[in-house]
């Protein structure tokens, strides 16, 4: 009998346009012979399916079903194509672990936890992963520009800490552009990290579970046409994704090992997307994303697809270990 599987897709975000095209292209990929998908539009005004002929039928939040005529339908699974806030953060998380409905993210505490870069990094510095230097800044507290230069240096990446796809993103080069940037960031967030600019290659790192096993897929390099890999250069072709990425066999294992190192101590499940930066042969972390995008040019399915892996069976086997960790 065919599963019911919820596509949810759209999000309170800068990233919900984004996260429309990711949960169209799954609603696309699955495979029908097994699954029955339905398009559902999260938004802070509305919940909604949609369907083929694009109409609207409201989703009853209090357990996640859908009325269309008669008939109410009920999910097996749910599949998280939400960027962002509520997708990527541990709300809707939670929400269906608290219906016990599976869905394919990660647990609530590590989408909260690595949605939080500030927080994430901390946790990790102590079992010896790289990371860059950093400074954080609250919304309303004092700017100290000398203190922030003497502990990061220039140029540096102002960041907002809670916020994907390169928004609330700034490379500063002199001092008197710091301010206008700490101002961009808190345009996406009340938490600011300021980070040292690392030199080196910049690469991604794939990680999900694939047959009930820890998978690290091949590794995409970035080249970025602009300073660095922003909104641009992610989504308007303005970088090179070069995949499988031009690395040392050194450098591969070394990144390949600290990446499937990362999403084991965060007890891991589901889609992860890691990003890091070699300094001196060594990878740094810069951070992780728990729903990376899923259209055909985004750089997670392209590590699929060079490691043998097609979208129908990359989000089919996401569905399956989902149902397989379901709580009875």
């Known amino acids: 009998m065919k599963k019911n599987i919820a596509i949810i897709m759209g999000g309170y975000s800068s990233e919900f346009e984004i996260s ?3 949960g169209n292209v799954v609603f696309e990929s699955l495979d029908n012979t097994k699954y029955n998908g339905y398009r559902i539009h999260v938004f802070k005004d509305k919940w909604v399916y949609i ?9 009853d939040k209090n357990d996640f079903s859908v009325r269309v005529a008669t008939k109410i339908i009920r999910f097996d699974c749910v599949f998280n194509a939400i960027h962002g806030s509520p997708g990527e ?3 809707m998380q939670a929400y269906f672990e608290l219906l016990n409905i599976p ?3 990660c647990g609530m505490y590590q989408a909260s936890l690595t949605f939080n870069k500030r927080d994430c990094l ?6 010896g992963i790289k ?3 950093s400074f954080y800044v609250n919304l309303g507290d004092a700017i100290n520009e000398d203190a922030i230069i003497s502990k990061v240096g220039l140029p540096c990446f102002v960041k907002a800490n809670k916020a994907g796809s390169s ?3 700034t490379k500063v080069h002199h001092k008197k552009d710091i301010q206008s940037a700490i101002d961009i960031a808190f345009k996406e967030d009340d938490e600011i990290i300021i980070e040292s600019y690392l030199d080196g290659t910049e690469v991604s790192v794939g990680v999900i579970t694939y047959n009930g096993k820890t998978k690290v897929l091949p590794i995409t390099e970035i080249v970025s046409d602009n300073d660095f890999f922003d909104y641009e250069a992610k989504y308007l072709g303005k970088s090179q994704e070069i995949t499988p990425a031009r690395l040392t066999k050194e450098e591969e294992t070394k990144v390949n090992m600290v990446a499937k190192q990362v999403y084991e101590i965060l007890k891991m499940t589901g889609f992860s997307r890691s990003e890091f930066i070699f300094k001196n042969g060594e ?6 994303n728990t729903v990376p995008g899923f259209t055909k040019e985004s750089i997670l399915p392209q590590q699929a697809k060079e490691a043998g892996i097609s979208m129908s069976t990359l989000f089919g086997n996401a569905i399956e270990e989902a149902l397989k960790n379901r709580t009875n």
């Open 20 to 22: 429309l095209k990711s």
């Open 103 to 105: 869905h394919t993210s």
């Open 51 to 59: 369907d083929a002929n694009n109409a609207e039928f409201p989703v």
């Open 167 to 169: 928004f609330g993103i």
């Open 89 to 91: 953060d541990g709300f």
């Open 131 to 133: 990371t860059a230097e």
């Open 122 to 127: 901390s946790v990790l510095k102590p079992y």
């Open 283 to 288: 990878p740094h972390l810069l951070e992780m």
